[in-house]
């Protein structure tokens, strides 16, 4: 009797195992459907995969915006009309083609007059001196207008002329190199760190946010000419730079890009590598200001600049009143009464603050 009991609870036993091997099976083939249903790529309307080099506007990005004439290497594309259409539209939009007052030579920051007449020059000679014509830069209105003829010149030659010297530039929280061209040209490196598609973390600090050239198309012309370029980091960046620093922070990554992360403040580390794919990466290129030496002017800093401080606030942020300080103060300075309150440098200040706004800088 107890041989006959011991079978029966074993085969009891048995056929409930097969039950809940088949049962836990089911259920692992629903998950993994599920699962490999979810991890489907999706495809965002409205994005192209395209890398664009063009003139551009800043901060940022670092969306990049491509104008006629601009180099375009397609990748994949959704039916949709390209960037340098889209911006070519914006651009003979009438907001863009309104009339402007002439401008005396009291405005000029600098203006080049050569000796030689512009019909002796040859061809490269005109595009070589191109490069010192960006030098009208407006004083009161703006750093250039909108209709310069110099403009698609000088954006042209940032896109294409050759780097021949590569060096870090100094001071601020991120990596920036100043490229020098040979025509004695520069613009300022700035990598891109995001795709256009991506968003920047909430969680990432502040000041590390991409740049999003916005200037010249929110119709600011504040800053300089910004243009997009695929630079190769071995023969455009370590082989030409005599800047031994930024050399020792080269190393291949494990799937073999070449990689570099510079010398700055915050984001410089092997954790905020810049990593071609696997040698050339895309960023920003900005012309520089001409030398002090040859357009002398003057900075003002904002009261309400941000903090790049991690533990430390501004001071507008943690004092209630320093509207009413800096209010106080303005009135008080006879140096600053002339261009507060008889010029158009309050109005040109919360016209930077807007754009500071809406490019996301602190």
Partial sequence: MRVCTRRRSRTLRMWLLIVFLSLHLLVVSLVLSIYHTSCELHSYP???????????????????????????????????????AKLEALYSHPLYNL??????????????RTKIKEEELSTQQWLSANEDRYDPILWNASMYQQKDPNLSSLTQQMISHRIFSAVQKSGGTQLKLVMSFPNYGQALFKPMKQERHEET??????????????????????????????????????DIT??????????????????????????????????????KIEGSMAAMLPDLSLAPRRSWRSPWRGSYSRSKLAQWVENVLFKEIVHSKLLNLKSFQPLFFFSTRLVDLIDLSILDFLMSES
């Fill in 201 to 238: 973390d909430v969680n990432l600090y502040y000041f590390s946010d991409f740049e999003r050239h916005l200037d010249r198309i929110l119709g600011f012309r504040r800053v300089p000419p910004v243009v997009g370029r695929l630079i190769n980091v071995i023969k455009e960046i370590k």
């Fill in 46 to 84: 409205g994005i192209q995969t395209s890398i664009i080099f063009s003139i551009q506007n800043r901060s940022t990005p670092t969306s990049k915006m491509a104008t006629a004439g601009s180099v375009t290497q397609e990748v994949e594309t959704d039916g949709t009309a390209d960037d340098p």
């Fill in 242 to 279: 005599t800047d031994h620093k930024l050399v020792t922070t080269f190393f291949t990554s494990p799937v073999g890009n070449t990689c570099f992360y510079g010398q700055c403040s915050y984001y410089c580390s092997t954790g905020y590598a810049i990593c071609g794919r696997p040698l």
């Fill in 99 to 112: 009339p402007t007052p002439p401008v005396s030579d009291g405005d000029w920051l600098l203006k080049v």
